[in-house]
């Protein structure tokens, strides 16, 4: 809440409110995210570019499956 205040007193409006579960599996070089949103389960990999690269070939053979577009314009698009 007390960072709400701040935001609010910057300048900037809620425009998205959702709840989502979300578990975070580690190894040193990347940090996945799997994340149970109401408009699907998506897994969010971060880390240094050569070990996402590798990862993303490793994860995922299609890369027309990789969602590019961020959660509000997915939540958007959900409702």
Not at 3 to 13: A, K, V
Request: hydrophobic content about 40%.
């Amino acid at each position: 809440i007390q960072m709400e205040s701040i935001l609010r007193n910057l300048g900037y409006q809620p425009v998205l409110s959702m709840i989502k579960q979300r578990e975070i599996w580690r190894r040193p070089e990347l940090v996945a995210c799997i994340d149970l949103t109401p408009f699907g389960c998506f897994l969010e990999v971060e880390g240094e570019a050569s070990a996402l690269k590798l990862a993303l070939e490793t994860l995922c053979t299609d890369p027309g499956r990789i969602e590019k577009r961020d959660y509000p314009t997915l939540y958007e698009a959900h409702r």
